[in-house]
């Protein structure tokens, strides 16, 4: 082959080379070049805009399992148990400047979610305690579930409500008076008996679905006790998981066979599916019925009660 003939097959190479990222060029930096317009998306932003939308996906799903159950279906939060987080100043920033938070909201949402609140604000509004939800520090979710259940929240910043969640103490109304002994002490044992006699009738009766024996159930209650119980009530059922130290009173302890003896299962399938009023116990239903009963097999094996 002829120096010439190599020149001019080398030229062909690269202009088919040059093609292709022409091609790419265009998609993905177009409005800068001038060649796609500025109303038009690129093959990038697309991408982008795709990859955006799993992502919120993903939140969602996490946001479902993890958290409806305190701040409700669509972040319009639960009166008494927890604050509404779809709403305008925790999404564009005014909340955190009030507080002192010098990074930015998405910063600020992501620290919330994976370390908690190991002080409760305003403990005469919301009972229910902010955990920690990361791995990192002991929680369920990984840093990725984190991130996409943050995306998914940010998700809801065009529309959201203004919301005060935070009344000045004196709009809330007179807190009231303590009943002399119905206070829980951290820690101590105290029969479910007086709780129970509040069960509405349509939890009167329920029965566990699954034998003691039954492992696969159990199996099943154990991954899911896992991922939404263990923060707070510890990977063992003694009510030392690492959110417990924030809370009072302490979480339930399962192993503890005086207690459990006392408790019915139906009053604990109640318990579990609309949460304890005064403690950081949340409502559960969301998980679905199935899923709640399959927990509370497992939570009882701890005793051996069931």
Known sequence: MTTQLKIMVGLIFTLLTCVPLAVIAVNDIGHDLGMVSKTERTVMQEREAALKGREIEAGADNYGQYCVGCHGKKGEGIPSVAPAINRKDLLDGSYQKSIGWAGNVTDFLRNTVAAGRPAQSRPDLY???????????????????????????????????????????????????????????????????????????????????????????????????????????GTRGRGDGTAAAALNPKPRNFTDKAYMQTLPLDCHFWITMEGSAGTGMAPWKSLGEDTLWKIILYERSFSGVY
């Not at 939800?133 to 529309?159: I, K």
């Not at 829980?184 to 009738?201: D, F, L």
Request: charged share 20%.
């Open 127 to 233: 009972t229910v305690r902010m955990p920690t939800w990361s791995n990192q520090y002991g929680g369920p979710m990984r840093a990725d579930q984190v991130d996409s259940l943050v995306t998914f929240m940010l998700n809801w910043s065009e529309d959201a409500p203004e919301i005060d969640a935070w009344p000045p103490t004196a709009a809330t109304g007179p807190r009231p008076t303590p009943v002399p002994g119905a206070t829980p002490v951290p820690g101590a044992t105290a029969s479910a008996a007086q709780k129970c006699t509040a069960m509405p009738a349509q939890y009167a009766g329920k029965k566990l679905p699954y034998k003691s024996d039954d492992r696969t159930a159990m199996a099943q209650g154990k991954q899911k006790y896992d991922e939404v119980c263990a923060a707070c009530h």
